[in-house]
């Protein structure tokens, strides 16, 4: 499969990259898909909530009345989930969200997702670019000029770019992502894939 070449005007450079079948022309598995955007999103919960349970209230332990003869229901503490500012009980506790999949299965949601984007015509090459200072209208351009400013858009450089970060940070609907850091998740989540010329070599190695 071949794609052109654009550079930051969105002009055809002339240049032609070639994606590997191999990757981008794979049977989409949509179970592995699945389980690996599943995965990313778990693992972006924090788990952090809790609530006190009766052992974990401060306050007295002293029974509250006598146990019989008050013709009501026999209580022996305050911290009793029965009464206000008691525990509560069964409450929710500090958890981990995450949990693993092995690297083929990573591997094989990753170029099933690729090939689903390949095969909508959502993936555009260009020119490895830079910015000479972080300006948001320099991105906005750039979008523009790609013809995709409208559209959910995932941009992959071949590496950490300072510039080229910030630039984008502040615009709804788009990222910035390095080659390495590449996820289904994203992918699947983005309109338009735009791929860097060096970064299309970088990802054939890392799902090789």
């Known amino acids: 499969m071949e794609l052109v070449v654009l550079n930051n005007a969105g002009e055809d450079t002339g240049k032609k990259v070639e994606l590997k079948e191999s ?16 995965q990313y999103l778990a693992n972006q919960r924090h788990g952090n909530h809790k609530s006190k349970e009766r052992a974990e209230i401060v306050g007295s332990t002293r029974k509250i009345k006598k146990q019989k003869g008050t013709g009501t229901a026999r209580a022996g ?8 500012g008691g525990g509560r009980a069964f409450g929710p506790r500090v958890r981990d969200y995450s949990f693993k999949l092995n690297k083929k299965l990573k591997q094989v949601a990753r170029k099933s997702a690729l090939a689903y984007k390949a095969k909508a015509n959502q993936i555009l090459v260009v020119e ?81």
């Open 23 to 38: 990757i981008y022309a794979v049977e989409p598995n949509d179970h592995a898909i699945y389980l690996d955007v599943k």
């Open 77 to 84: 503490s305050i911290k009793s989930p029965l009464f206000k």
């Open 128 to 208: 490895d670019f830079n910015f000479e200072a972080p300006k948001t209208k320099n991105y906005i351009q750039l979008l523009e000029n790609l013809k995709i400013n409208d559209k959910k858009s995932l941009v992959v450089v071949a590496e950490t770019n300072k510039n080229i970060y910030l630039s984008a940070r502040n615009i709804k609907g788009t990222e910035v992502i390095t080659a390495d850091q590449l996820n289904t998740y994203q992918i699947m989540k983005a309109s338009s894939l735009v791929v860097t010329e060096k970064s299309v070599g970088l990802i054939e190695s890392f799902l090789a």
